[in-house]
């Protein structure tokens, strides 16, 4: 019986194991072995060169500031997008009327391909006649800015629409763990004489561990995964300060066909998100309630 139920569960599990390998784990193998090795070029196969690679890799400035502009997006729009979500989520779940209506308003920017997101933030970005200007120029008095041609604002402005548009994504598993929590544990404690912030802060937070972490590890993943709107919008522009490390690997993969430079920026891509990985589950695992 129990050798039915094993063969079983792995006829189950086999399809998607096998998806799972074909697409992530063996083209990952496969890039830190390419990464170990010279781009062939012409009739010059390619040659076994080791270290090289990530020797030259961080020898190169453009792809230190895109590793330094990475963690600068990354420190920016997690926490940011997790809270926005979180306090979303709160607002919808509760007694408030047209919350429907609010629910697929905060939603809406989550199915909207990010090419059309791009070219519609591209409008609101627009000097003097774009909404921010516009909004800007009405609430504090400033004058024309161009937020995607200076240093100074084109990384923010990318880190704005990646907030807005990934915000309402993570509402939605915030939304479904709250209305999981059993009533009768707020109320437990609403009859204790506990405030809604000690409620909140000891009864809530706690129970919606499993889904910040789940969402805390997926937050960091597209922090350098979602580079659509900055190649179509700045191209990593003006003079890299919005390149981050997948427009780096695209560049240098696609547009200069260094294909063993782009597999050694893969390769480290990969090793740096497995660090932050583990250290999220370490970390936050701890504190994290399962029920």
């Known amino acids: 019986m ?46 076994f060169v080791g270290a090289e690679n990530y020797a030259a890799l961080f020898d190169d400035p453009v792809f230190l500031q895109a590793l330094w502009n990475n963690f600068f997006y990354a420190l920016g729009t ?32 989550t199915v909207l391909p990010m090419i059309a997101v791009a070219n519609l933030w591209l409008f609101f970005y627009t000097p003097d006649y774009g909404l921010v200007d516009r909004a800007t120029a009405l609430l504090l008095g ?90 179509v919008m700045t191209q990593g522009g003006p003079d890299n300060a919005t390149a981050l490390l997948m427009t780096y690997i695209y560049e240098t993969g696609f547009r200069f066909w260094d294909t063993a430079q782009a597999s050694a920026a893969t390769a480290v891509l990969l090793g740096l998100l497995a660090l932050v990985a583990a250290a999220q589950f370490l970390l936050l695992g701890r504190r994290t309630h399962y029920r």
Do not use: C
């Open 142 to 231: 400033w004058g024309p800015t161009n937020w995607l041609g200076s240093r100074e604002t084109a990384l923010g402005a990318m880190m704005a629409i990646a907030i807005w548009k990934e915000a309402g994504f993570f509402m939605i598993f915030y939304l479904a763990a709250l209305q999981s929590i059993p009533p009768v544990l707020h109320e437990a404690a609403a009859v204790e004489g506990a405030s809604r912030a000690r409620i909140f802060w000891r009864v809530t937070l706690p129970l919606l561990g499993p889904t910040t972490l789940f969402i805390a590890v997926n937050a960091v993943i597209n922090s350098v995964r979602l580079v659509d709107h900055i190649l």
């Open 78 to 109: 997690v926490p940011l997008s997790i809270g926005l979500a979180l306090a979303m989520a709160l607002w919808v779940n509760g007694r408030i009327r047209g919350k429907a209506a609010l629910r697929v308003a905060y939603f809406t920017p």
């Open 2 to 47: 129990r050798g039915r139920e094993t063969l079983h569960a792995w006829l189950m599990l086999g399809p998607a194991l096998l998806l799972l390998a074909a697409f992530t784990h063996v083209p990952a193998l496969a890039t830190l072995w390419h990464s170990l090795f010279s781009t062939p070029r012409g009739g010059r196969p390619a040659r």
